[in-house]
């Protein structure tokens, strides 16, 4: 990651403060969005920006010509029966997760490409391969951002800019904080895990590094399920 620009929205919590930590780290230089400004990424080596991605007519900061890496993180949980689903509540879990995206996407498309080996990591969830009820409209966005992530990989592939998206299970960060709240809750979801835990920021982290580094220059257009087994692994 040394001498990498690197892009991170959404760095103010959870995952994409840990991707941060660990970008800076391994020694890039890191510039972040989010709606707010935390005392986590003011002790961090960071130029970092507020903004809306949701807002109608974003003005992206001032970033180098040349950027290495785009993590795109903004993102949402919305469980409700299907039947008590509103048009609101899709159109918004659309904005953020698809909608901003394809907003930065297209701004920062000419900065990806000058770097000469661009990568993106956007974030799906694992409800977008295995059926969950009450996640019919979180999993609509996430499948529309997986189809993007795959059409962008073939799209951008001749301008070297690789396109990956990760796909989490449960991870205990603030968006999930409901659904962790009680050591009840907490002890039901790790075992709905063969892995037999939740996840943490750090396990995606670690993975989101991997796929803005040289490391995986011959990946692009995947789906990666860090997800400790739950959408491909059966306990007997
Ligand atoms: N945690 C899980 O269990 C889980 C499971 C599956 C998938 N995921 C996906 O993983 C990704 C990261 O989730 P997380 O758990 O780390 O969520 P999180 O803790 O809520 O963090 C989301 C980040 O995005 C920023 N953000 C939200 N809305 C924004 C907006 N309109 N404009 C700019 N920044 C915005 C937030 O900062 P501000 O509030 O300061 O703007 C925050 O920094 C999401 O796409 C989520 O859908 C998470």
Not at 123 to 138: E, K, P
Not at 212 to 217: E, I, M, Q, R, T
């Amino acid at each position: 990651m040394q001498n990498k620009n690197i892009l991170v929205i959404g760095a103010s919590s959870g995952i994409g403060l840990s991707v941060a930590k660990l970008a800076v780290q391994n020694g890039a230089n890191l510039y972040t969005v989010s709606r707010r400004s935390t005392a986590a990424l003011q002790d961090l080596s960071t130029r970092h920006y507020v903004l809306d991605v949701v807002s109608e007519d974003i003005v992206l900061p001032q970033l180098p010509d040349a950027l290495h890496g785009l993590v795109y993180c903004p993102g949402s949980i919305t469980l409700k029966p299907f039947h008590r689903l509103t048009e609101k509540d899709i159109r918004s879990d659309y904005d953020i997760n698809v909608g901003g995206a394809v907003k930065v996407l297209q701004a920062l498309y000419p900065n990806l490409k000058k770097s000469g080996n661009g990568s993106v990591v956007l974030f799906s969830t694992v409800a977008a391969q295995v059926g969950m009820s009450h996640h019919a409209s979180i999993t609509m966005a996430k499948s529309a951002l997986e189809g993007l992530g795959k059409s962008l990989a073939a799209e951008w592939a001749g301008s070297s800019i690789r396109v990956n998206v990760i796909a989490p299970s449960l991870t205990d960060t603030p968006l999930a904080t409901s659904l962790l709240s009680t050591p009840e809750k907490r002890e039901a979801s790790a075992k709905r895990h063969p892995l037999g835990r939740v996840g943490t920021p750090e396990d995606m982290a670690a993975a989101v590094v991997f796929l803005l580094s040289d490391a995986s220059a011959w990946i692009t257009g995947q789906v990666l399920h860090i997800d400790g087994g739950m959408s491909s692994v059966k306990m007997l």
